[in-house]
C-alpha cells in the first residue's frame, strides 16, 4: 500500500508540471509547499529541486530563441554563489526549525512578490546580481528560486512575458542543479518505481499543461498558482510550528 506521503508527493509533481508550463514558474511556487508537506524540509525541497530541473530543462528546449541572455547571464551565475550560504544553514539548522524556516520564507516571498511595487528598480548589474544571489539562497533553502524574479520582473518592469519565461527556464535549470550540487547524497528515499512514477507525473503533467496553455492565459494561471501556494504553505507553516512546540 502506497504511503500518503508518496502520494501527495506524485500528486504536486503533477500538478505543478501543468502550472510550470502555463505560467513559466509555477512549479517549485505550487508544488513546495506540498512535498515539504509530505517529506520534510530536507527531502522535499530537494525532490522540488530535481523535478524543477527536469521540468524547465524541458521547456528550455522550445523556448531557447526567446531567451534574454544579456539579463539572465549574471543572474543565475549570482544565483550558483548564493547556494552556498544556503546549503550551511541547512547543515546547521535543527530538522524542525528549518521547517518552520522553508515556511516562513516561502510564505514572505509569495507575500512580496504580489505586493512588490512596478517599475520601482534600475535595470543594473547590481540588481541583477543582488537577485540571483537571493533567488539561489531561497532555492537551496526553501526551493522557490522564483518569487525572487518576479520581484526583479516587477521592479525593473520587465514587460515582454514571453521572454521573461524563456529566461526563467535557463535560470531554473541552472540554480536547480546548483541547489542540487549543495545538497548532493540528500532526498527522498523512494524506490525505482516510485522515481518511475515521480517522472511520469512530470512526463504527463508537461503534456496537461501544453493543453491548458491554450485555454488558460500565463496570468490567469499564475494567479490560480499563488493561491494554491499560498494555501499550502500555510498548511506547512502550522504543520511546523507544531512540530517544533511539541
Request: aromatic residues 8%; glycine residues 12%.
Amino acid at each position: 500500500m502506497l504511503e500518503w506521503g508518496f502520494l501527495v508527493s506524485a500528486a504536486a509533481v503533477l500538478v505543478g508540471a501543468i502550472a510550470q508550463r502555463v505560467t513559466g514558474m509555477g512549479f517549485v511556487l505550487l508544488s513546495v509547499p506540498f512535498l515539504v508537506l509530505a517529506q520534510g524540509p530536507i527531502n522535499g525541497v530537494v525532490l522540488a529541486n530535481w523535478c524543477g530541473v527536469i521540468a524547465s530543462g524541458t521547456n528550455l528546449i522550445a523556448v531557447r530563441r526567446h531567451v534574454d541572455w544579456r539579463r539572465i547571464l549574471w543572474i543565475s551565475a549570482a544565483s550558483v554563489i548564493g547556494c552556498v550560504p544556503g546549503a550551511l544553514l541547512i547543515v546547521v539548522a535543527p530538522i524542525n526549525l528549518l521547517a518552520l524556516l522553508v515556511a516562513l520564507i516561502t510564505l514572505a516571498a509569495l507575500i512580496v512578490s504580489v505586493r512588490s511595487p512596478a517599475g520601482a528598480l534600475p535595470d543594473n548589474r547590481s540588481v541583477r546580481i543582488g537577485t540571483g544571489l537571493l533567488s539561489g539562497f531561497m532555492g537551496v533553502t526553501a526551493g522557490v528560486a522564483g518569487p525572487a524574479m518576479v520581484i526583479y520582473r516587477k521592479g525593473v518592469d520587465w514587460s515582454d512575458i514571453h521572454r521573461f519565461t524563456a529566461s526563467l527556464q535557463f535560470h531554473f535549470t541552472v540554480a536547480g542543479i546548483a541547489a542540487i550540487a549543495t545538497k548532493w547524497g540528500q532526498g527522498p528515499s523512494f524506490s525505482v518505481p516510485q522515481w518511475g512514477v515521480v517522472l511520469a507525473m512530470l512526463f504527463v503533467g508537461g503534456l496537461l499543461g501544453v493543453w491548458a496553455s491554450r485555454r488558460v492565459s500565463a496570468s490567469a494561471g499564475l494567479k490560480l498558482v499563488l493561491i494554491i501556494a499560498f494555501g499550502g504553505t500555510i498548511a506547512t507553516l502550522i504543520r511546523a510550528v507544531v512540530s517544533l512546540l511539541g
